[in-house]
């Protein structure tokens, strides 16, 4: 196996992950709503996410990739920075809010369209 295979594998694992945590924490907050996280639930996503983030680096170095100058890496880029900021409002908004509900709604959309941009290397997937 290659390093880039590696770092491929990698970098797909840490994707199941963070949505899985995402998703996880989520319902865990919707259905106990008083109760608080535990510190490895807060501390974990980013911790994948850390690696995920290496991973793809490390591919991007290893292919020679330019994500300015390739369009449907860069929409993931843009993609992944949305996600993050609908996942923050989702995690700190009320929980069983309208707010919270919308919020994980778009963040789980844009995950997927970051998925379908990486399985398809198209800027609009079809």
Partial sequence: ??????????H???VV??????IY?????????GRPLPKALKVL?????????SCA????????????STPWLLAKIVALLVYIVLGAICMR???????????????????????SVGLSKQLIPL
């Fill in 12 to 14: 797909v694992a840490c």
């Fill in 93 to 115: 908004s009320l929980p069983g809010s309208r707010r919270q509900t919308v919020s994980f709604v778009a963040a789980i959309s844009v995950f997927a369209y970051i998925l």
């Fill in 1 to 10: 196996m290659t390093f880039y295979n590696l770092l491929k594998l990698g």
């Fill in 57 to 68: 680096i490390g591919m991007l170095i290893l292919l020679g990739l330019n994500p300015f």
């Fill in 45 to 53: 996503p980013h911790v994948n996410d850390t690696v995920l983030l």
């Fill in 25 to 33: 924490r989520y319902a865990r907050l919707s259905l106990r709503p």
């Fill in 17 to 22: 992950i963070s949505g899985s945590l995402f």
